[in-house]
């Protein structure tokens, strides 16, 4: 009797269950007519063909045959074996007599692999220049026809600083096709699929999804070989890509192209796996890209020849650039800058008409502007606004930041409040040679957990502090005592440093320890 009671209970709190179910849906249905609607109607034009539960299927269906991917070969560094490794040490770990020295390894060809899409029907294909940089013996496999082999492809053109590149088959027929889509209108948390064959051959035509999680992003391209420039506009995607899926696309469920899969994120470093956290460089930048690449083979760009930075919130306050901007921290004797008005520690606030939040949007903006243009420039100087024009340049291959020519004798032997110890810089010092300057003031050392300790390193040189010019270690503690006796929070500094075979110069802030 106790199990039938049992069931009677369960019957009567299932129907009570559904009966509150179907209430629930019925207010879903009363309170949100228009959302429900929506979910239940695809966009005009999506390849779901208004049914949802198909929709990344015909997407996967009609992007796959028009994606492709890249094998090749390049040089790279030598591997080293343990024989060889313990045959330079002075006593014998083998058969080699003592003494006896290893040749030096010389370069290997290693083979590599990519992914790519095809870009129009005669066989151009954009993929990325990462993948195709320094590579021989480069070719493509279709997947439009089962069962073909890989064919030739050559390199029409690359752009270290969009990290794109168009290549070329010929594959006696016309192929399916790729078009790009409209980042800019692309909307955070929309879906997108992409596309791609990862690790290895085995692994090809491979569909992840996934939303857009950010816009906007901005990637460094320094191990492109574009030092100190960064890929802007870049989309944020938890699509799930990996090595070697670089260069395929990611696209909306238009199967259009919102962006080209570049790199993603990983606290493991580069043989870590995707957290959900990949970049894609957008269908904006690539549009404006690939047809250059096809048409002149190289990307022409505005230059200014000048070095920036974004500004800390202490700098939006000591500048009085509330809004942000670009600060002027290098300017190259031999860029367009260098032949205006502009002057170090200006704050760039607007060209022409666009407003410019931080150097990143600077960086876009001047790129885009054509060689022989001038354009006007709003900037901030010493509190007060400033319109400045000057004839825009075209950037030469190697950036076109060249050094720039700034300026640092007696020892200070206790640390300052900055948690340095400096000393005048003369003419006959090798950190002088070595940065082209001639004034200052050398960092000899820096305090572990002082004030500069992550900030400043030891042979940077010190030009300037609170925008007042410093030619000497007396005249840097003047400039600090100053500061101090004005109740200054922190203090704006100005240094000139070494970086690889590059003079840079910059501004960073730091709160002393008065």
């Known amino acids: 009797m106790m199990r039938v009671d049992t069931q009677r209970h369960s019957h009567l709190i299932i129907i009570l269950l559904s009966a509150l179910v179907g209430m629930g849906l019925m207010a879903m249905l009363i309170y949100f007519p228009h959302e429900t609607a929506a979910r239940a109607q695809a966009p005009a034009g999506n390849l779901s063909g ?17 994606v492709v991917s890249i094998q090749g070969k390049r040089k790279v560094a030598p591997r080293v074996d343990i024989e060889d490794f313990f045959r330079n040490f002075p006593f014998p770990f083998g058969p080699e007599e003592r003494g006896q020295q290893a040749p030096k390894p010389k370069p290997r060809e290693a083979s590599f692999l990519g992914s790519g899409w095809i870009y129009s029907a005669d066989g151009y294909i954009v993929t990325n220049a990462h993948v195709v940089m320094e590579s021989t013996n480069l070719r493509v496999q279709l997947h439009d026809v089962d069962g073909t082999a890989p064919i ?17 088959v010929e594959a006696g027929r016309e192929l399916p096709y ?39 992003r901005v990637v460094p391209a320094d191990e492109l070989g574009a030092v100190g420039y960064s890929i802007p506009d870049v989309i944020q995607t938890d699509a799930s ?34 957290i959900g956290i990949g970049f894609a460089i957008s269908s904006a930048m690539a549009g404006k890209v690939i047809p250059q690449l096809i048409a002149k083979k190289k990307i022409v760009r505005g230059w200014l ?14 500048y009085k650039a509330p809004s942000g901007g670009a600060l002027i921290t290098q300017i190259s004797p031999e860029g367009p800058a260098s032949k205006s008005d502009l002057q170090l520690e200006d704050v760039v606030v607007k060209v022409n ?35 400045i024009s000057i004839k825009i340049g075209e950037m030469p291959d190697d950036g076109g930041l060249s050094p720039s ?11 300052d409040p900055l948690g340095l110890r400096v000393q005048t810089l003369t003419g006959n010092m090798p950190q002088a040679r070595a940065l082209g300057v001639s004034k200052g003031v050398l960092v000899a050392a820096v305090n572990e957990g ?40 922190f203090v704006v500094v100005r240094i000139t440093r070494k970086a690889d075979d590059r003079v840079l110069s910059t501004v960073v802030d730091i709160t002393p320890d008065w």
Do not use: C
């Open 50 to 66: 208004g049914d949802w539960r198909t929709a990344f299927s015909n997407v996967a269906e009609y992007v796959l045959p028009r």
């Open 305 to 318: 020849g000048i070095g920036i930075r974004d500004l800390s919130e202490n700098m939006r306050k000591f």
């Open 353 to 387: 008409d666009t407003p410019v939040h931080s150097a990143s949007d600077l960086q876009r903006v001047v790129s885009e502007l054509p060689p022989g243009e001038t354009a006007t420039f709003e900037v901030i100087r010493s509190g007060q606004s400033k319109s």
């Open 450 to 489: 002082g004030p500069s300790a992550g900030i400043l390193l030891k042979d940077d040189v010190i030009t300037a502090v609170n925008r007042t010019t410093v030619t000497s270690a007396a005249e840097y503690r003047a400039a600090l005592n100053a500061a101090k006796e004005a109740g200054a929070k």
């Open 178 to 216: 790729l078009t790009l889509g409209s980042s800019k209108d692309a909307r955070v948390g929309q879906w997108v699929l992409a596309v791609g064959s990862p690790f290895s051959p085995e692994l090809q035509q491979t569909v992840t999804q996934g939303i857009i999680s950010a816009k906007g």
């Open 152 to 168: 030739p492809a050559t390199v029409v053109g690359y752009d270290a600083r969009s990290d794109l590149a168009v290549i070329k």
């Open 405 to 415: 020519k700034p300026s640092p004798e007696e020892q200070v032997e206790a640390a």
């Open 241 to 274: 890509f990996n090595p070697v899926q670089s260069g395929g696309p990611l696209v909306d469920l238009n199967g259009q192209v919102l962006g080209i899969n570049e790199s993603i994120f990983s606290p493991t470093g580069a043989l870590g796996g995707n």
